[in-house]
T-cell receptor, first 114, second 115 residues
């Protein structure tokens, strides 16, 4: 089946540094990918929709200069958390649309900013 | 606009007992409905989905869900709980034609299975 690979699974970084998270579709082409943020005991919050070859569409309240999204190929989307702060610590999950109804999810990245 | 309500943030059952996780939705167009499972520090895995056709949908790991339009519900059930079913479960709705198709998730229900 369609697989989305997300790396790294865990990352710890110092406050003020930037962190890049990769999301790859392994056996299919994903023209659209999605980035979610999940707080403890909370649902998934859609951050942005990533479209191959064009600018990402950010949800209201999400800082696009802090959360940089690049979707340069049909199999790779990246999320860069710039100048990370402890409040950016969270679980980030990417997802890719498969066909008309389906979505497959990456295994998530636990970001801890110290 | 679409929304999902999952009743009960936690459901606790004994191993072998019936599992019932409740989901109600609102949608301005015929919905597509999904249940996902999430294990600790993992992404989401699709359990089952309803798009059109038969309202009783069977998924993986013995789970099934029934779409009831009159009740705007899509409850998830499993006849006999197993310890390995302990996880977080998310119901999601996606609007069909004319909508964005991006799913909206409920807040999740944590399933606890006691031996």
């Amino acid at each position: 089946g369609a697989v989305v690979s997300q790396h790294p699974s865990r990352v710890i970084c110092k406050s003020g540094t930037s962190v890049k998270i990769e999301c790859r579709s392994l056996d299919f082409q994903a023209t659209t990918m999605f980035w979610y943020r999940q707080f403890p005991k909370k649902s998934l919050m859609l951050m942005a929709t990533s479209n191959e070859g064009s600018k990402a569409t950010y949800e209201q309240g999400v800082e696009k200069d802090k959360f940089l999204i690049n979707h340069a190929s049909l199999t790779l989307s990246t999320l860069t958390v710039t100048s990370a702060h402890p409040e950016d610590s969270s679980f980030y999950i990417c997802s890719a649309r498969m066909g008309f109804y389906g979505y497959t999810f990456g295994s998530g990245t636990r970001l801890t900013v110290v | 606009a679409q929304s999902v309500t999952q009743l009960g943030s936690h459901v606790s059952v004994s191993e072998g007992a019936l599992v019932l996780l409740r989901c109600n939705y609102s949608s301005s167009v015929p919905p597509y409905l999904f249940w996902y499972v999430q294990y600790p520090n993992q992404g989401l895995q699709l359990l089952l989905k309803y798009t059109t056709g038969a309202t009783l949908v069977k998924g993986i790991n013995g789970f099934e869900a029934e779409f009831k339009k009159s009740e705007t519900s899509f409850h998830l059930t499993k006849p006999s709980a197993h310890m390995s079913d302990a996880a977080e479960y998310f119901c999601a709705v996606s609007e069909g034609a004319g909508g964005s198709y991006i799913p909206t998730f409920g807040r999740g229900t944590s399933l606890i299975v006691h031996p």
